[in-house]
């Protein structure tokens, strides 16, 4: 008996049925340093990053992708 693998939106954390996620590449805005946490001017940088329907939606509706990085740890979110 195999696993299923489980893939995540990496925007909301949605985690239904996979078919419903897609990874693509997206532009996002960057709003800390890639090597420390410290605020920086924001630019943009394309991640491939998975996503699912609904957040393909508000992104196809010109909402902005952000992205935050601190030990390790990347944060895509819309901000609200």
């Known amino acids: 008996m195999s696993k299923e693998t489980i893939i995540s939106c990496d925007l909301c954390w949605y985690t239904g049925d996979n078919s419903n996620i897609k990874n693509i590449n997206v532009d996002v805005i960057m ?3 890639q090597d420390e946490w410290r605020a920086t001017t ?3 940088e394309k991640f491939k990053i998975d996503v699912c329907n609904e957040c393909q939606k ?3 509706n010109w909402e902005p992708v952000f992205w935050s990085w601190a030990q390790w740890y990347n944060d895509y ?3 609200k």
């Open 58 to 60: 508000r992104r196809l």
């Open 77 to 79: 979110f819309f901000k």
């Open 42 to 44: 924001p630019y943009f």
């Open 31 to 33: 709003t800390t340093e």
